[in-house]
């Protein structure tokens, strides 16, 4: 749906069949990935920025203010919970500033789809990348449960430490190896470049289905003369000529001597 299958077979990892270099370098919608992308960044960003920053320092401030007049027994709780609200809405907004922080980059930049496919190309081999944005989705969608918006907020941060984590201490200690089932070596180097290959893949079959073509023909002339030099007689069978006809098949023309 809306051109978006090559990208959730590489970011789900769900489909091990659908893993294929074709589907990684297709991009068929480049905006609307480009802005997926944009919203996973702006929501990691503003859940650090809301779950990390404002709730700590709006908590302090509000407990500050409390005075023994104001002061319940519930008065801790309802600042806690008030904190947790505005962290959540940190979340929320960033489903308005992504795609809209996207366009205006991609006018800024004037992107064209071109260059949008090579952008987006690049993001799927990150392994950075994907390993900050799977951790977050699933992280994100734990929290949601537990707590909507406000345990959101908190998985995704969890994801964002865990990223850190992975790539700072955990590969460097462990020597942990990718279970990626395309290699960095098996990447194309660009979209571009994939296209061709493909473009081009049609006419190579083509050739070699030629080259198949005349092999059992030499196969079948020898069978030929075999046959026919136990009986006394001698074949003489010569290709004469190649004619291409409209459909792209090859129409051989056969000139037969005996002798």
Same mark, same amino acid.
């Given at each position: 749906?809306?051109?978006?299958? +090559?990208?959730?077979?590489?970011?789900?990892?769900?489909?091990?069949?659908?893993?294929?270099?074709?589907?990684?370098?297709?991009?068929?919608? #480049?905006?609307?990935?480009?802005?997926?992308?944009?919203?996973?960044?702006?929501?990691?960003?503003?859940?650090?920025?809301?779950?990390?920053?404002?709730? #700590?320092?709006?908590?302090?401030?509000?407990?500050?203010?409390?005075? +023994?007049?104001?002061?319940?027994?519930?008065?801790?709780?309802?600042?806690?919970?008030?904190?947790?609200?505005?962290?959540?809405?940190?979340?929320?907004?960033?489903?308005?500033?992504? +795609?809209?922080?996207?366009?205006?980059?991609?006018?800024?930049?004037?992107?064209?789809?071109?260059?949008?496919?090579?952008?987006?190309?690049?993001?799927?081999?990150?392994?950075?990348?994907?390993?900050?944005?799977?951790?977050?989705?699933?992280?994100?969608?734990?929290?949601?449960?537990?707590?909507?918006?406000?345990?959101?907020?908190?998985?995704?941060?969890?994801?964002?430490?865990?990223?850190?984590?992975?790539?700072?201490?955990?590969?460097?200690?462990?020597?942990?190896?990718?279970?990626?089932?395309?290699?960095?070596?098996?990447? #194309?180097?660009?979209?571009?470049?994939?296209?061709?290959?493909?473009?081009?893949? +049609?006419?190579?079959?083509?050739?070699?289905?030629?080259?198949?073509?005349?092999?059992?023909?030499?196969?079948?002339?020898?069978?030929?003369?075999?046959?026919?030099?136990?009986?006394?007689?001698?074949?003489?069978?010569?290709?004469?000529?190649?004619?291409?006809?409209?459909?792209?098949?090859?129409?051989?023309?056969?000139?037969?001597?005996?002798?």
């Amino acid at each position: 749906m809306f051109g978006l299958g +090559p990208w959730w077979y590489n970011f789900s990892q769900f489909h091990r069949s659908e893993l294929t270099v074709d589907n990684l370098t297709s991009v068929p919608s #480049p905006y609307i990935e480009l802005t997926i992308f944009g919203t996973f960044k702006a929501a990691e960003l503003l859940s650090f920025v809301g779950g990390c920053i404002v709730h #700590p320092a709006y908590r302090l401030f509000l407990l500050r203010n409390l005075t +023994p007049e104001t002061t319940t027994n519930n008065s801790v709780k309802i600042i806690r919970n008030i904190c947790r609200k505005t962290q959540g809405r940190f979340l929320l907004a960033s489903f308005v500033v992504g +795609p809209l922080s996207t366009l205006a980059y991609v006018s800024y930049c004037s992107l064209n789809r071109k260059e949008a496919k090579e952008l987006c190309y690049k993001i799927r081999c990150s392994e950075q990348m994907m390993v900050w944005d799977r951790a977050a989705v699933s992280l994100g969608c734990v929290g949601w449960y537990w707590k909507r918006f406000k345990g959101a907020v908190d998985g995704i941060n969890m994801a964002s430490i865990y990223t850190a984590y992975y790539f700072t201490i955990q590969k460097r200690l462990t020597n942990a190896s990718a279970t990626s089932k395309i290699e960095s070596w098996q990447r #194309p180097k660009s979209v571009e470049e994939a296209e061709d290959a493909r473009k081009s893949l +049609p006419f190579l079959m083509h050739v070699g289905r030629d080259e198949a073509e005349l092999a059992l023909v030499e196969l079948s002339l020898s069978f030929i003369n075999g046959f026919f030099g136990r009986l006394g007689l001698v074949v003489e069978i010569y290709i004469t000529g190649d004619r291409a006809v409209m459909d792209d098949e090859i129409d051989k023309e056969w000139t037969i001597f005996w002798r």
